[in-house]
């Protein structure tokens, strides 16, 4: 999901700069926010007794 917001972040600041500008729609389920601001959102919003266990779970999904 990520990607591909860069992806259409990417595709909009290139038809901006050729002079065809269209509404830019972020994605609703990033709650509007970039990538980068999005997961730090959500790591800030992890409880602090569930942190460990977070961040455990998210190292066995990245090596899938």
Do not use: W
């Amino acid at each position: 999901m990520a990607e591909e917001e860069l992806k259409c972040i990417a595709e909009y600041v290139e038809e901006k700069s050729k002079g065809k500008v269209a509404d830019f729609r972020p994605n609703i389920l990033m709650l509007g926010l970039p990538p980068p601001d999005y997961v730090l959102r959500t790591v800030f919003n992890v409880h602090t007794n569930d942190f460990e266990q977070t961040l455990l779970l998210s190292a066995v999904t990245f090596v899938r």
